[in-house]
T-cell receptor, first 109, second 114 residues
Framework: GQNIDQPTEMTATEGAIVQINCTYQ??????LFWYQQHAGEAPTFLSY??LDGLEEKGRFSSFLSRSKGYSYLLLKELQMKDSASYLC??????????WGAGTKLIIKP | IAGITQAPTSQILAAGRRMTLRCTQD?????MYWYRQDLGLGLRLIHY???????GKGEVPDGYSVSRANTDDFPLTLASAVPSQTSVYFC?????????????FGPGTRLTVL
C-alpha cells in the first residue's frame, strides 16, 4: 500500500530553525512535493525534489533520499507567518500525488 | 488575473439533495483534480481529468461524478448528498504529463450536509 508519515504537530520559536520529516512508501516514485497550507486556505507549492540531495530556495530547503523513502523540509529564520500546515506529497507511478495528513507548525514569539 | 476559481465558497445542504460544485481555471492546464480534505486526513483524490473529454476515478469516487466538456471547467456533482460528504472540497489544475506536476489549487468549497 501507499503510506505517508509525518509528525502531526511541531512547535518552534520565531527566528529559529525547524526540520519537518516525511517518510513515504509509494507504488513507484516520480518526485516529491512540499506544500504549505495556512488555516482555512488552499495549499500552495513550496518545493519539488526528484533527485537525491538538497534543494535550497530562500529560507526554505527540501531534502530527498530515494533509497530511504525520506524527505525533510527545513525552514530557517522562522517568522510568525510560517505558522501553517506543511504537506508532504510524493508522486506515484501513475503521476498522482499521494498526500500526507500534514504537519501543523506552530511558531511562538 | 490567471488562476482557478470555485463556487460556491460554502454551502449547507440537506441530505438527499443534488449539488454541483463548480471549478474553472484560465491557465489552459490540461489536467484537473477534485480533492476532499477532512480533519486529520490528507487530501484525498475524488476524480481527475488528464485532458478535456476524459475523466478518471481517484481514491474516493463513490457518490461523486465529474465531467470535462472543455479545458477550463471541471464540475463535481453529488447526486444525492449524505452527511459523510461534509468536507472541504478543493479543485486543482496542472500542466500534467511528465514528472513535474505542480498543482495549483482553488480556494475551496466548504460543504456541510445535514
Amino acid at each position: 500500500g501507499q503510506n505517508i508519515d509525518q509528525p502531526t504537530e511541531m512547535t518552534a520559536t520565531e527566528g529559529a530553525i525547524v526540520q519537518i520529516n516525511c517518510t513515504y512508501q509509494t507504488s513507484g516514485f516520480n518526485g516529491l512535493f512540499w506544500y504549505q497550507q495556512h488555516a482555512g486556505e488552499a495549499p500552495t507549492f513550496l518545493s519539488y525534489n526528484v533527485l537525491d540531495g538538497l534543494e535550497e530556495k530562500g529560507r526554505f530547503s527540501s531534502f530527498l533520499s530515494r533509497s530511504k523513502g525520506y524527505s525533510y523540509l527545513l525552514l530557517k529564520e522562522l517568522q510568525m507567518k510560517d505558522s501553517a500546515s506543511y504537506l508532504c506529497a510524493p508522486l506515484d507511478s501513475n503521476y498522482q500525488l499521494i498526500w500526507g495528513a500534514g504537519t501543523k507548525l506552530i511558531i511562538k514569539p | 488575473i490567471a488562476g482557478i476559481t470555485q463556487a460556491p465558497t460554502s454551502q449547507i445542504l440537506a441530505a438527499g439533495r443534488r449539488m454541483t460544485l463548480r471549478c474553472t481555471q484560465d491557465m489552459r492546464h490540461n489536467a484537473m483534480y477534485w480533492y476532499r480534505q477532512d480533519l486529520g486526513l490528507g487530501l484525498r483524490l475524488i476524480h481527475y481529468s488528464n485532458t478535456a473529454g476524459t475523466t478518471g476515478k481517484g481514491e474516493v469516487p463513490d457518490g461523486y461524478s465529474v465531467s470535462r466538456a472543455n479545458t477550463d471547467d471541471f464540475p463535481l456533482t453529488l447526486a444525492s448528498a449524505v452527511p459523510s460528504q461534509t468536507s472541504v472540497y478543493f479543485c486543482a489544475s496542472s500542466n500534467g504529463g511528465g514528472s513535474y506536476n505542480e498543482q495549483f489549487f482553488g480556494p475551496g468549497t466548504r460543504l456541510t450536509v445535514l
